[in-house]
């Protein structure tokens, strides 16, 4: 089964709460009671949004963390790259694995053009569609979801 990660998921949730209440700084510990995901795991990836200037982090006794820009400009393929790492289908399509099978293989090309396909969706998705929710029918049609509904 193809899937992103528990913790990219949590990521993604984590960066849209966040940019649901952008005026607002967020403790880890508030982030976990509002979202339900354990405070340990909540610390550890907004560690790596910040680190990945996803997010912003202020510290001291009123700090928290916001976006560190607007929504729009967010893609959800960079939340998930800053969990994951880079996004691809198989392994023979990431930039750091050698393929045993590369003279004989005839697939790589195809995998190519669907893990492209991927990338360029999720990257096409921003953090805001994700917020707004009822762009992601426009967008699912747009980006070649529901054709034809």
């Known amino acids: 089964m193809l899937r992103v990660s528990r913790m990219a998921d949590y990521a993604v949730l984590l960066a849209t709460y966040i940019g649901r209440h952008?005026?607002?700084?967020?403790?880890?510990?508030?982030l976990s009671s509002a979202t339900g995901i354990p405070a340990p795991t909540v610390s550890k990836l907004l560690k790596h949004l910040a680190r990945d200037n996803i997010l912003i982090s202020q510290r001291g006794i009123l700090g928290g963390y916001s976006l560190a820009r607007a929504a729009k400009l967010i893609s959800v393929a960079e939340i998930i790259v800053s969990i994951d790492g880079p996004i691809a289908m198989t392994d023979c399509l990431s930039a750091d694995k050698d393929c045993d099978l590369q003279e004989s293989c005839n697939v790589k090309e195809p995998w190519k053009k669907?893990?492209?396909?991927?990338n360029s969706t999720l990257t096409e998705l921003s953090l805001e569609n994700i917020i707004q929710g009822n762009d992601l029918k426009d967008f699912a049609?747009?980006?070649g979801g529901a054709k034809g509904k």
């Not at 952008?22 to 508030?30: F, K, P, Q, R, T």
């Not at 669907?114 to 991927?118: E, K, L, T």
């Open 22 to 30: 952008e005026n607002d700084l967020h403790s880890s510990a508030g």
């Open 114 to 118: 669907i893990s492209d396909a991927i």
């Open 141 to 143: 049609h747009t980006y």
